[in-house]
C-alpha cells in the first residue's frame, strides 16, 4: 500500500504528531486497496485454473476422436482381437509438431497388439464401472513430461471383462500450457493498467466526496471566535447532518453558558457596587469617630453590611449556578416532596420563633416527585425566607404539600405586606421588589425559584390571598407515577393444581 501512503501525506496539510497522522481519506483508501491486493492474486489463481479448463477442452477432444478412430479398427475375430491400422493413420497421429503422441493398443493378458513400446502398460484390472466404448481419462509422468492419456475399452457383445482389449493414445502438454499461459495474460496484462487506473479514478473520487468536509472545516475556520450562531445545513450531506446537528447543540448549550456568565457578571457588577460604596462610607465614618458609642454604632452597620454583601453574593452564586447546570447535575431522581419539604420547614423554624412567626407544615401524604434533591431544597429554602422576610412579627406562614394522581402542588402562603396582581409576575424577575417593601432583600429568591422550577418542567406563580393580605406561591409539579412491570407469567403448577381435584375425590 505504498501509493495510499503516499497519496496519504500528500492530503496532509500540516505536521501532525505521530499518533494523529492517519486522516479519513487515508483511511478509506486503504480500506478500498487492501482489499483488491488481497483480491488480485487470487483471480490469478482462478484464472490460471479455469484457463487450463479452457486449454485442455478441445486437445482432449481430439484425443477422444483419435481413441474412437483407433478403436474402429479393433476387430473380434473368433474372440480375438484383431487390428488393421493403415499406414496413413499412424502417420497422422505422429504429424503434430509441437507435442509427442503415443498410442497402443493392449490385450487383457498384457500384450502389445500394437503401437508404442514408450508407453508403459497401465494395469489391466478393469474396473467394475468402466463401460466399453466410453472414453476416460488420466494424467502420467512420461519421460520427465506430463502426459494426458484418453482410453477405452473394446469388447465384443457378451464378451467378459478379462477379455476386452485397452486402446489409448497419449500426447505431451505443451500445447495446452502455451494455450493457458495465453488465456492468463490476456486476462492478467490488462490489468497493470486498469488497476493503477483504478487506483487514480478512487483518489480522485474520494478527493470529490470528502470535498464537503474541508468545506465544513473551512466554514468552522473562518468563524469569529465570538460567534456561537448555528451552522447551517443546507449545502451539509446526509452523512454530515448529524455530526452538524450535534455541533450546533453544542455551541447553543455554549451560548446559553456564555450569556449566564455574562447575565452573573453585569448582575454581580451592577449589586455589588451600593453594599461596597456602604460599606467604604461606613468604615471611613469608624475611622474619623472617637467617640466609642458612635464606634461600635459604625462596626453595627459595617456587619450589617457585610451580612446583605454576603447574602446577596451567595444568591448571585446560586443563580449562576442553576443556569449554568450541566446535564450530569441535573439529574432527576423520584423522591417525596413531602418529607424534603418538612426537613426544610423543620431548618426554618428558629428563625420563624426569633420572627414571631408561626411557621407550620400541612400535608395530604406522601407527595412522589421527579426532581433533584439540592435544587429542591434551594426552591423550598428560597420560598421559606422570601415568606420569613415579607411578614410582620405575630403573622402566619404555612407550607403545604398537595398531591393527585396527576399533579403535585407546593404552596407556601403567608399573610404579610401582599403584592398586587399586575407584580405577581414582575416578582420573578431579577432584582424586582415590591414598591411597599420595607426589608432588607436582593429581588433574586423568586428569580431563582422561577429558574429551578423551569428545569423540573414545572409552573411557578405567586397569587394575593383572596383576604387581600398576604400572597401564596405556588409551585405545580408532574407526580411521578412508578413503571408498571408486565404481569408474571402463569405458574403452570399452581394452575394445575388448582385444575385438578383433590385426591380422594
Known sequence: MVWATALNDQNQSSPLPAESERSLFGEILDWMLAPLLFVWPLSIAFTHYFANNVANFPYDQALREHVNAIARQVKIVNGKPVLSLPASARALLRADETDNVYFHVVS??????????????????????????????????????????????????QMPRDRWVLVEVAETMEKRTQLANKIVASVI????????????????????????????????????????????????????????????????????????QQRFVADAA???????????????????????????????????????AGRLVNQLLTLARTEGADVAQRQHQPLDLTSLAREVVEDWVMVALEKRIDLGFESSGHAMVSGNPVLLRELLKNLIDNALRYTPGGGHVTCRVQSTSVATTLEVEDDGVGISEAQAELVFERFYRVDDATTEGSGLGLAIVREIATQHSAIARLRPNPSGQGVTARVVFSTWQAPTLPPPPPDDFSELYRQSPPIGT
Open 189 to 260: 496484462l490488462p490489468q497493470f493498467v486498469i488497476i493503477p487506473l483504478a487506483v487514480m479514478l478512487v483518489w480522485f473520487g474520494l478527493s470529490r466526496g470528502l470535498r464537503p468536509l474541508t468545506r465544513l472545516r473551512k466554514t468552522i475556520e473562518t468563524r469569529d471566535p465570538a460567534d456561537l450562531s448555528p451552522i447551517a445545513t443546507r449545502r451539509v450531506p446526509e452523512e454530515l447532518e448529524p455530526l452538524v446537528e450535534a455541533f450546533n447543540e453544542m455551541l447553543e448549550r455554549m451560548k446559553r453558558n456564555v450569556e449566564a
Open 108 to 157: 487383457r493378458e498384457g500384450r502389445l497388439l500394437a503401437g508404442d513400446k514408450e508407453l508403459p502398460i497401465p494395469d489391466m484390472d478393469v474396473a467394475g464401472d468402466a463401460l466399453p466404448g466410453e472414453i476416460y481419462f488420466r494424467d502420467i509422468e512420461l519421460n520427465g513430461q506430463d502426459v494426458r492419456i484418453a482410453y477405452a475399452y473394446v469388447a465384443d457383445g
Open 270 to 308: 451592577h449589586q455589588m457596587r451600593t453594599p461596597l460604596t456602604g460599606l467604604k462610607t461606613q468604615a471611613q465614618f469608624a475611622i474619623r469617630e472617637a467617640d466609642p458609642e458612635a464606634l461600635r454604632h459604625a462596626l453595627r452597620q459595617i456587619a450589617v453590611g457585610v451580612d446583605r
